[in-house]
């Protein structure tokens, strides 16, 4: 099949949470079943190029895209996917994309993705790439079905049998903007397929005409896809999601084990197996001593890698962590950044408990590979998820992922049994500090008993999350929708 796949952001390109990830490890798998994938993604000024082979390409240089009453000039660069010969596309904008971060708070945000959509879709037509699936990811691209189906239906040749498939990273972040982009969209001759009452309302909200337009919307667990249709969930998009019900689907994230897995990670400095745990440890001495806190023997390192952000659960830490914290129970590598009061939390946690606590709020790659193979746990008390990677990497590292049954989590980690000996991490219910102190208690005390936490940490080691499993799932949606 022909895909053009549409995303913000690309790891190792640009990434700031799990979309990165998911955006090169889906397309990397489609490709290598064989299919045409041509993925876009715009050129920030953050990209290192100096350090992947950028080209650019002929047949896309100086591209005068016209979105609305606007005329942007664009360049299309191409650079090989790591790992892979998959080449990823690059819109190249600088009077959009020469900014600090992927994200911004500009008033032109929404035009940054706009040019996006516009240039991948006219790229395709320069290419004489004729997609079976246009699959676009999260708000930044969700109108790009809606301007496939009016400004691009013309192109029957090049579109004619383009099927289009959103995919909800994360609900919560909608795209919202004022009824007064609505030029920008380039769609002011079909205002009637806006969402009516919002628009007289004064707002135009980008993930909800994907939910409407595209022609399958997926998200990443079939937890989380069930979840999002309660109001509990739902983020206000519940009863449009309802209303969709038969073409919206739970396709859990696949991880890509070329980059994640402790046989073969260089950025460790021990590899280790299920057979040579005791090299395990050997990272957690090293991880102790660059984060300058001191060895203690029988006490578990405790892993958190994660964007700081409400969705996370970490407003429950203060208690339930730091009752474990002083019993001596724990210490705790913490990597992440984000919302200031979550921020402040760990800091005093480490101001609290020197000897026990490390907090790094930097973004770094490496870092996060060197937690997951240090940590003896992996706590993530998300309040919602909508699949959540760190703790299928964490299984594979033999990390014991201490989880909230929500999401992805609930479709990813079971409940240690000690009598059956089966299970993969230490799940909880309820979304307070006592169920989190309950579950760090269970940790400790699992850890103490040698034989089991060996047991839970090989089982949690033999799942297999693979893309090459999931990426059918993925090629079977394809191939209904024609
Ligand atoms: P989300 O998409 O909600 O951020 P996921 O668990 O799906 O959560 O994906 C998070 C990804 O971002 C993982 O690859 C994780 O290792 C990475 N990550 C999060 N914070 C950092 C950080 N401070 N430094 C490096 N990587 C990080």
Known sequence: MNILFLSSEVAPFAKTGGLGDVAAALPKALHERGHDVRVFMPLYARIEQAKYRFRSIDALRGLRVVVGPRAFEVSVFAAQLPGSTLEVFFVHCPQLYARPGLYTHDGDEHLRFLVLVYTALEAAQRMRFAPDVLHVNDWQTALAPLILKTRF??????????????TIHNLNYQGLFPASVLPDTGLLASPHLFHQEQLREGRINSLLHG???????????????REIRSAEYGVGLEGFLRAREKSVFGILNGVDYSVWSPEQDARIPHRYGPDSLQLKEKNKQALLARALLPALPGVPLLGIVSRLSGQKGFDLLPDALGRVLREGRFQVVVQGSGERRLERIFHSLRARFPKQVRFVTKFDDTL???????ADFFLMPSRYEPCGLTQLYALKYGTVPIVRKTGGLADSVQLWNPR???????????YDAKAVHWALEAAFNIYRDRPAYRQLQRNGMAQNFSWALQVQKYEALYAKLH
């Open 420 to 430: 059956a000996g089966t299970g993969t991490g230490i799940v909880f219910d309820d």
């Open 153 to 166: 239906a013309w192109d029957g040749a090049i579109f004619g049998r383009t099927r289009s498939v959103l």
């Open 211 to 225: 939910i409407l337009y595209a022609d399958a919307v997926t998200t990443v667990s079939p937890t989380y896809a």
């Open 368 to 374: 996060a590979h060197q937690v997951q193979a240090a």
